[in-house]
């Protein structure tokens, strides 16, 4: 399925990521609020990075500082976070393994 486009672009430096906080889990149970606000990640795709982002860029993997408390916004029944750049501690650049058949091993992407 296509990712569907975002209609929003953060102003600044304000970095737009998708909400950490797990309503279901991946066996599909729902999870109560409190629960929900407990189970959540600070790696988190950036979504789209406002014009004045000097070093995240859309796409990027980052690592938000878990203290830190974003904006929350509904956008179209999805919910977003919005950080100011600084809130960021870093880039991931693990890369990924993948398979290649011409080759039969597996290679980083």
């Not at 878990?66 to 929350?72: F, S």
């Not at 919005?82 to 991931?92: A, K, R, S, T």
Request: aromatic share 6%.
């Amino acid at each position: 399925m296509a990712k569907k486009k975002i209609n929003f672009k953060p102003n600044r430096d304000w970095v737009l990521l998708p909400d950490p906080r797990k309503t279901k889990t991946e066996s599909g149970i729902i999870l109560s609020e409190e629960s929900s606000n407990s189970i959540k990640t600070n790696v988190l795709e950036a979504l789209d990075v406002g014009p004045t982002c000097e070093f995240v860029a859309k796409g990027d993997t980052v690592m938000v500082n878990p203290q830190t408390e974003g904006v929350v916004m509904e956008l179209e029944d999805i919910t977003y976070v919005l950080v100011p750049e600084f809130h960021i501690l870093g880039i991931v650049t693990s890369k990924k393994k993948v398979w290649d058949k011409a080759k039969a091993e597996f290679i980083e992407k």
